[in-house]
């Protein structure tokens, strides 16, 4: 099989769940994952040949080099995507502000307006000159730790700490293998729609990106994130959308430093509802141009 076959057999079989730009760009990814033979070797080499171990005989096709794999990790993968399972838990990862992080069904898979919002953090945190006393972080919600786990690796020199409900997210942020220059993030159980738990520091900044989509919403979604993603870091009812503000709210009211930072991730509908929840936080777009974040400077 060559190159140019393997992505079009890949495009050919994901074409009723994906449009071929992502079902290419899907193509790519296992490629790379399962292969050393990079991307650009389709446009360069399209002919390079994928020696499957399985296969009896090749044809001699003359400048085209040979990479040994095995055939099964391949077709399972595939076979599980035209299932509908979402790539990043079918390869068991993700990347997210430059690092690798282990996901699988029981924790949201990290969304590129979640990296916006942890790149807003460490620019706005860039300059902060951090004292003698602890510099402390809450993400509330935290799912992978792909938030927590980040901010630990960009500020050394801060405490971090993760909370969820889900006890198998907890169980796959604890297991990351993020380097940091300074201490591992703290990860602990929590609701955060309960009073939150007895202990805990003062905070100079709270991040969350809670669940926000209405249940009215579902039927707009693909069913690869509908049917594999934890419904309970989604969705939320439509007759208390911002139920998860409101706790986070109560939150930072008796954890927040009087000076503290508030970052969240939103529903483009509710923007001004969430900003009224925290006095002098503003809604601030993403790169789509979708009133995505609150953030109190």
Known sequence: MTLREFIHTCIERLSPLYPEPEAKAIAFRLLEHYTDIPSYKYISEPDTTIQLRSDVSLPSQKKCSVKEISPAPLRSA????????????????TEFCGHRFRVREGCLIPRPETEEL???IIDDLSGVEIGDEPF???DIGTGSGCIAWSLAAAFPEAMVYGCDRSNEALAIACKQRVKVGG??????WADVLS???AGLPPFDVIVSNPPYICDSERALM???VKDFEPAEALFVPDEDPLRFYAAIARWAE????PDGRIYLEINERFGPAVAALFPGSRVLQ????KDRFVVRP
């Open 254 to 257: 008796a954890l927040l430093r």
């Open 183 to 188: 201490a591992k993030p703290v990860f602990f």
């Open 136 to 138: 402390n972080i809450l």
């Open 78 to 93: 595939l076979a599980e995507l035209e299932k509908g399972r979402p790539l990043q838990y079918v390869l068991g990862v």
């Open 195 to 197: 009073a939150p738990p």
């Open 222 to 224: 693909r069913s690869n």
């Open 286 to 289: 993403d790169i789509n141009g």
């Open 118 to 120: 942890v790149a807003r």
